[in-house]
T-cell receptor, first 113, second 114 residues
Framework: DGGITQSPKYLFRKEGQNVTLSCEQNLNHDAMYWYRQDPGQGLRLIYY???????QKGDIAEGYSVSREKKESFPLTVTSAQKNPTAFYLC????????????FGEGSRLTVL | AQSVTQPDIHITVSEGASLELRCNYSYGATPYLFWYVQSPGQGLQLLLKYFSGDTLVQGIKGFEAEFKRSQSSFNLRKPSVHWSDAAEYFC????????????FGTGTRLQVFP
């Protein structure tokens, strides 16, 4: 079945550690996105990529990094520079831009201890 | 300021009752409009979208939404709510001049009582 797989589903991290969240899709979609979700704040865009080897900052990119070496994969690294990393992270993809349908993964919940 | 507003943080309805979730936007030109739904601990799923044409849009799961230009609104409705509709609902927009990304509202959590 086609879809988006995020891993891990739950992750605990100590302060000062970097952590990488995985996002893989087998939908053959060009564009991929990372959103952060906090209670009462909706979804905020961290980074997005419309093509392999290219990506753009979203609204809250500070403290995060991404790569897009393969069409299927768009990993997100939460660095120690991110001041408040505890959140629910959602990866999404779409074939022809956001005016189509965004397909979402089930999310990764990161907790910093 | 440009924004997408969902005025209701939390709504509770009885099963079988009608539902209306509000969404207002403030952008110079009418953006592309969307409603997404998120079940607890899950990703989001597209319910419906509006670009142009008929202002009443039908979506999945029996939902519909009405675009009202004069009110800058795109409210989501369902005539009879089922317990399985309990979820969080997000209104979102894409700007005509920048369709690279969706801008989401803060969401409305729907609780359904039997």
């Amino acid at each position: 079945d086609g879809g988006i797989t995020q891993s891990p589903k739950y992750l605990f991290r100590k302060e000062g550690q970097n952590v990488t969240l995985s996002c893989e899709q087998n939908l053959n979609h060009d564009a991929m996105y990372w959103y952060r979700q906090d209670p009462g704040q909706g979804l905020r865009l961290i980074y997005y990529s419309q093509i392999v080897n290219d990506f753009q900052k979203g609204d809250i990119a500070e403290g995060y990094s991404v790569s897009r070496e393969k069409k299927e994969s768009f990993p997100l690294t939460v660095t120690s520079a991110q001041k408040n990393p505890t959140a629910f992270y959602l990866c999404a993809s779409t074939l022809g831009g956001v005016t189509g349908e965004l397909f979402f993964g089930e999310g990764s919940r990161l907790t910093v201890l | 300021a440009q924004s997408v507003t969902q005025p209701d943080i939390h709504i509770t309805v009885s099963e079988g009752a009608s539902l209306e979730l509000r969404c207002n936007y403030s952008y110079g030109a009418t953006p592309y409009l969307f409603w997404y739904v998120q079940s607890p601990g899950q990703g989001l799923q597209l319910l419906l979208k509006y670009f142009s044409g008929d202002t009443l849009v039908q979506g999945i799961k029996g939902f519909e939404a009405e675009f009202k230009r004069s009110q800058s609104s795109f409210n989501l409705r369902k005539p009879s709510v089922h317990w399985s509709d309990a979820a969080e609902y997000f209104c979102a927009v894409a700007l005509l001049y920048n369709t690279d990304k969706l801008i989401f509202g803060t969401g409305t959590r729907l609780q359904v009582f039997p």
